[in-house]
């Protein structure tokens, strides 16, 4: 199956993971996936995650271990900001808040990499806003 969007994707499926309630998901890898599951892990929105080779071909995959909070997800939504399609570019003071500054996460691919928002403000990064995660 060809994804258009595997970052959208990737934030799909861990969405419906936590809505069904499921300990573990499995998605295809790439690097940005990988990058973007790594993030997460740092800021307490996912328990884990491993890079695996699948059982019947050479194929990556890669397992991400959800959190849950008594009982509670630890993501609640997420938003795609920046789209195949329409690309979505802030300076470091034009980096919107989330909820109106209520909690949450704001996620930029800048030229260091991909980070957060509080991460970008300190460094005095602009970049493409990937997503929302609250």
Not at 20 to 39: D, F, G, H, Q, Y
Not at 41 to 60: A, C, F, H, P, W
Not at 100 to 113: C, E, K, P
Request: charged residues 30%.
């Amino acid at each position: 199956m060809v994804v258009t969007d595997p970052v959208a994707d990737f934030l799909i499926r861990i969405k419906n993971g936590y809505l069904a309630r499921k300990k573990m998901v499995v998605i295809p890898w790439s690097k940005i996936k990988e990058n973007l599951a790594t993030l997460l892990v740092k800021e307490g929105y996912l328990k884990d995650s491993k890079i695996k080779r699948s059982k019947d071909s050479k194929i990556q995959i890669l397992e991400v271990e959800l959190k849950y909070e008594d009982k509670k997800p630890a993501l609640i939504g997420v938003r795609r900001i920046s789209k195949p399609g329409v690309r979505i570019y802030a300076k470091t003071k034009n980096i919107p808040l989330i909820r109106r500054g209520q909690g949450g996460l704001t996620i930029l691919s800048t030229s260091q990499g991909l980070m957060t928002h509080e991460e970008a403000k300190k460094k005095n990064q602009g970049g493409e806003i990937i997503c929302q995660i609250w």
